[in-house]
């Protein structure tokens, strides 16, 4: 199981997280966020689902 599992984290979190340069620990900042570092050098954050998050500061 813990086999199965490793396997769907290599495979899905490089399609899933492809943009972002670097994804920091989640929980930080706020609850069930990650700061992200994007490609093009700009921050922002994620959810634990990948999708990124709303803030309303831009």
Not at 33 to 56: P, Q, Y
Request: no cysteine.
């Amino acid at each position: 199981m813990r086999n199965l599992i490793i396997i769907a984290f290599v495979f899905f979190s490089p399609l899933s997280f492809a943009q972002y340069q670097k994804i920091y620990k989640y929980d930080e900042y706020n609850k069930d966020w990650a700061l992200v570092k994007t490609s093009s050098g700009t921050f922002g954050f994620i959810d634990r689902t990948g999708k990124e998050v709303n803030t309303g500061y831009l």
